[in-house]
């Protein structure tokens, strides 16, 4: 049985965790190959809003089991709160929530070191989450991380302790003004390895090969968007994973040959948390309208997001990068009452139109040059089927899937599960 992506194809926040939820009822597991709690993956139902950081999207559905995966880094201690957040839905958690031993988990002293770096960096920060992502990630590739799995070893503590004291020395490199308690961090962090503990700790690559040798239906699920991608992103203002398809593959121990569907998730405009370049950026009226009405404010640390109109130069790299074979367009209900939408087509870079993303998308080299279409004045959220949506979107729809040549499956119009028209 073939596995399942779902991704996003912005700079993140596309909706994915809607969606997930959304499809879960079609599969028996769902499974999240990378990223941290830089994440916040909203779903809403029956008037509830829920974010998710590190816990799959699928938690809240019966059918599916959920596991954390050995692309993840997990935060005990915001693990702790999310399963905190989940206990009044009486959810059966320690049968549906299985986590990887591979997964690595970020320390204290990371979120330090995170704080630390940016800090340093003045201007010029990243504009990292604050979660200790990129340090976590560089032991991980630098062979000196701590994983789930240490956490059954009678000696767990000692190897914590070898990491942090290394990492306050690292702290003090910085030279930057931290006030921490590194005893009360330490604590916390202690308690929430102990709720960890009592979680089911699997070989997820094993647990997914058997799954997919009895026929079971798994779908992958992604955080962050492809131009965050480590290697394919904005870099350096990126988060530090494979957010595209490969990682999938590392993140869970999926073969290639395995991959079935690639569904690729994206906003109707365009969206971007932190620093970095932003071609399609706007600073007008329009911008504003996009922020207000999206609610543009970022899931994990409710900063604004900058809003734009949606680049199809950068949507169709990221389609190509990933093999995406479905799309699904979010947010269209937020471009209600534009008069005219534009639509990035190509870019002037250094003087040259050309189609395709180029190493250096910062504004000196690229000017984004749009395609007019009409919009559409009706409210989307009550609408229900593909019949009942406006000319102007249906002509919008059109026009996207002959430029990126992949159909578009799913037109989000509110952020309730039941506000999703498949076609
Ligand atoms: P980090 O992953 O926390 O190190 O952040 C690196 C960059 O990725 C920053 O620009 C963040 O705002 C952005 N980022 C990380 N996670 C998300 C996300 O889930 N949605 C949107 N942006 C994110």
């Known amino acids: 049985m073939a596995v399942d992506l779902l991704l996003g194809l912005q700079w993140g926040d596309e909706g994915k965790g809607k969606i997930v939820d959304v499809l879960t009822k079609n599969y028996d597991i769902i499974a999240r190959f990378q990223g941290g709690p830089n994440a916040g993956h909203t779903l809403e139902f029956d008037g509830i809003k829920h974010v998710l950081h590190t816990i799959p999207s699928g938690i809240f559905h019966d ?28 959810l ?17 002293t990371h979120r330090l070191l995170d704080a630390a770096s940016e800090a340093s960096k003045g201007k010029a920060k990243i504009g990292s989450t604050l979660k200790g992502i990129g340090p976590t990630y560089m032991d991980k590739t630098g062979r000196n991380g701590m994983r789930v799995g240490d956490l059954e070893l009678e000696n767990w503590k000692d190897k914590y302790r070898a990491l942090a004291d290394k990492h306050e020395s690292m ?12 005893k009360e961090l330490e604590l916390e962090f202690c308690e929430g ?34 131009l965050l991608d480590i290697d394919f992103g904005t870099y350096p203002f990126v988060t530090s ?41 706007l600073f007008d009226e329009d911008g504003k309208t996009m922020a207000r009405v999206g609610n543009e404010f970022g ?71 749009y395609t007019e279409v009409e919009g559409w004045e009706d409210d989307l959220t009550k ?41």
């Open 63 to 90: 059918n599916a089991v959920n596991i954390v995966g050995n692309g993840v880094v997990i935060d005990p201690v915001i693990f702790k709160k999310e399963l905190e957040n989940l206990k009044k839905f009486n």
């Open 92 to 108: 059966d958690i320690a049968s549906k929530l299985f986590i990887s031993r591979k997964a690595h988990l970020i320390l204290p």
């Open 171 to 182: 702290i003090d490199y910085y030279d930057v003004d931290l006030e921490y308690n590194l």
């Open 193 to 226: 390895v102990e709720e960890l503990k009592k979680l089911t700790f699997i070989d997820s690559e094993e647990y997914l090969h058997q799954a997919q040798r009895e026929g079971k239906k798994i779908l992958a699920e992604g955080a962050q968007g492809s």
């Open 241 to 281: 994973s494979n957010t595209t398809a490969a990682g999938a593959c590392t993140g869970l121990g999926v073969p290639p040959n395995k991959i079935g569907k690639v569904f690729g998730i994206f906003k109707a405009y365009a969206t971007r948390v932190g620093s970095g370049p932003f071609p399609t950026e």
């Open 299 to 369: 899931a994990t640390t409710g900063r604004p997001r900058r809003c734009g109109w949606l680049d199809l130069v950068a949507l169709k790299y990221a389609v190509q990068v990933n093999g995406v074979t479905d799309l699904m367009m979010m947010k269209g209900d937020v471009l209600s009452g534009f008069k005219t939408l534009k639509i990035c087509t190509s870019y002037n870079y250094q003087g040259k139109e050309i189609s395709h993303l180029p190493y250096n998308i910062e504004p000196e080299n690229v000017t984004p040059i």
């Open 383 to 423: 609408m229900s089927s593909d019949e009942e949506l406006p000319n102007a979107l249906n002509s919008y729809i059109s026009f996207l899937e002959k430029e990126l040549e992949v159909p578009i499956k799913i037109v989000s119009v509110g952020p309730d599960r039941t506000q999703t028209i498949h076609r």
